[in-house]
């Protein structure tokens, strides 16, 4: 036989391998070692004598209930850890691990997307919370929950983390950088050689809202510094926030609305804010949840 035959003469696959050997010895044949059994189920390996309880090993086309000796057994390559019902089988290019009768809806695995790229590590899965899943590409690792799963924290870190580089927050799946203001018509405007006014998204549905502004003439108590940000900065509630009038020696009471805007809400102490008085905005954070 041409070795260029081998998937047409019967090494395709475990079944038809079987159904070789049997065709010769007969259907119903079976071959029994000191630690093994070979029959029309497949090829089942044994810790010691074949019984109850040892079973370790197997190779089988299908799963079955009874290897002959009371051993459920899956399909495919499939390694049993002896009387515990933990096991772990390789079939369809998919290596699976579990535990019989855990009553999950799927087990962990180990496989990879059909263009052969990524490893993808799933976690067992059950009609509650649906299962985790891990994806390590050439660039990247995505950590998220299998389809149909609710929203809840895909990473939990007990302990210490050591990061070589930066950790990035996401918005819509895009790294997130600082944001300039956006100033409205009433003339704010960044102070020359101060912080740069700026915003950003942070861990935990956080914003860092910082920098230093000039104030305009005619400016009035509730007046719009900025335009509206992004629907992705905008708090559930409107919060303060706290300015230092560097110039005139004296708190300011700002706000971040909840449609993203970034107001002047009033003096805090005695002294007025006076137009072209500079007010340094320090980092402050708003939470978008609350």
């Keep these: 036989m041409a070795f260029g035959d081998a998937k047409t003469k019967g090494f395709g696959n475990a079944s038809q391998i079987f159904a070789n050997i049997l065709n010769l010895i007969g259907s119903n044949a079976k071959i029994v070692g000191p630690n093994f059994i070979f029959n029309n189920k497949g090829l089942f390996l044994y810790s010691g004598a074949p019984a109850t309880g040892n079973l370790v090993e197997s190779i ?4 079955g209930s009874d290897d002959g000796h009371g051993n459920p057994f899956d399909a495919g390559f499939t390694s049993y850890q002896a009387g515990t019902g933990v096991f772990a089988e390789l079939l369809a ?3 699976t691990f579990g535990k019989t009768g855990s009553g999950f ?6 496989g990879t997307d059909s263009g052969g790229q990524q490893l993808i590590l799933n976690s067992a899965s059950n009609t509650i919370n649906n299962g985790t899943e891990i994806a390590l590409d050439l660039n990247n690792v995505l950590i ?3 389809a149909g799963g609710p929203a809840d924290p895909l990473l939990t870190i ?3 983390i050591g990061v070589n580089g930066k ?4 918005l819509a799946g895009i790294p997130e950088t600082e944001h300039a203001f ?12 101060r912080p740069t006014c700026q915003y950003l998204l942070q861990p935990l549905g956080q914003i860092l809202v ?3 502004v000039v104030v305009p003439a005619g400016f009035v108590p509730g007046q719009a510094i900025t335009n509206a940000a992004a629907a992705g900065y905008r708090p559930v509630h409107g919060q303060s926030l706290i300015g230092a009038d560097i110039t005139g020696n004296t708190a300011v009471r700002l706000f971040w609305t909840a449609g993203g805007v970034l107001q002047f809400s009033n003096t805090l102490s005695p002294t007025a804010v006076a137009a072209g008085d500079t007010i340094d905005i320090p980092p402050q954070t708003v939470y978008l949840n609350n």
């Design 167 to 170: 950790i990035e927050t996401l």
């Design 105 to 110: 809806a799927s087990n962990p695995n180990a």
């Design 182 to 193: 956006s100033f409205t018509a009433a003339g704010w405007a960044q102070a020359a050689g």
């Design 93 to 95: 290019g998919i290596l």
């Design 60 to 63: 089988t086309p299908a799963a």
């Design 144 to 146: 998220q929950k299998q």
């Design 210 to 212: 910082m920098g230093s």
């Design 158 to 160: 007990l302990g210490n």
